[in-house]
């Protein structure tokens, strides 16, 4: 990763692109930062502590595909911020700072940064806590328009796939109509997504009449699970048989205007978690079936 921007330098503050020594800090600091604002409204911390955070860090400093940038001040790491290059449309996050140098504008610079980057018409997506008000204002300034309100829900649907629908693990065969049907759905390819979970998670695809309704690509982690289905029904059948295959509970950013399906998470045992908020620079197409966002878009 190479910054294509100039390094921006406030008093104290430098920004630099990052090392995977970055990881470990930048983890404690993502763990920390979205434990105290959830905490502060009576949810769940985003990570369960602080080496899950570092993990996933980790694999985005070491993703040729992942711009990267860290704050540094008096010799420490202060924040990062990332951009997903895989597809067309850009994923930006996660954006943290350290909440001693909170409120020092910080944020701005970071997403200043890879905004840049992504440069100017590119198609650009983040989720953000619905209930972090400091957040919203601040994409909200800096271009961003919110589209879709979510709610991240966990649980094993106590339910059965209904007859006539298939649910499996994702095969490199799969990736090609599983993107057709990305496509399909919302207008934009994420190939690259797709060939990455297939590598780095347990994809599932639903089948109905000998081909592919539907897929999702990391059951059990909502920061990098998302999912299309040509219809609800594809997508009951996906989660129900997702469930089974991996033996976990399922975790996923449900939009929550798909209330029939949202409706039918609930009534199956699923848990309504936290709100969150889908947002974009850039064409946004509607959807066209049923879906759901990872933390990046």
Not at 116 to 121: Q, T
Request: hydrophobic fraction near 45%; include cysteine; proline fraction near 8%.
């Amino acid at each position: 990763m190479t910054l294509s921007t100039p390094i921006l330098t406030a008093p104290a503050l430098s920004l630099r692109e990052p090392r995977r020594a970055d990881a470990a800090p930048a983890g404690r600091i993502a763990y920390e930062a979205f434990r105290r604002i959830n905490a502060a409204h009576g949810f769940p911390p985003d990570f369960p502590n602080p080496e899950s955070a570092a993990g996933l860090l980790a694999a985005l400093i070491d993703d040729a595909s992942v711009f990267g940038v860290v704050a540094e001040a008096e010799g420490r790491v202060v924040g990062s911020n990332f951009l997903l290059e895989r597809d067309p449309v850009r994923g930006i996050g996660p954006i943290t700072v350290d909440p001693a140098w909170q409120s020092a504008g910080i944020g701005r610079q970071l997403m200043q940064v890879v905004l840049n980057r992504a440069g100017p018409g590119t198609r650009v997506r983040l989720v953000q806590a619905a209930f972090n008000a400091r957040s919203l204002a601040l994409y909200t300034t800096l271009g961003f328009a919110a589209k879709e309100p979510l709610m991240l829900i966990e649980g094993r649907p106590a339910a059965a796939v209904s007859a006539g629908f298939q649910v499996r693990p994702m095969t490199p065969e799969d990736i090609a109509p599983a993107a057709a049907l990305c496509t399909a759905v919302h207008g934009i390819t994420r190939s690259g997504e797709i060939r990455d979970a297939l590598r780095l998670f347990a994809p599932q695809v639903v089948e109905r009449d000998g081909r592919i309704t539907g897929y999702l690509t990391a059951p059990g982690t909502w920061h990098m699970n998302h999912g299309v289905a040509e219809t609800e029904a594809d997508m009951r059948a996906l989660l129900t048989g997702a469930a089974n295959l991996s033996g976990r509970p399922l975790s996923l950013l449900l939009p929550i205007r798909q209330t029939g399906l949202f409706r039918w998470c609930l009534d199956a045992g699923m848990r309504a978690v936290m709100p969150m908020t889908l947002m974009a620079i850039g064409d946004y197409q509607d959807p066209a079936g049923a879906w759901f966002p990872s933390v990046f878009y």
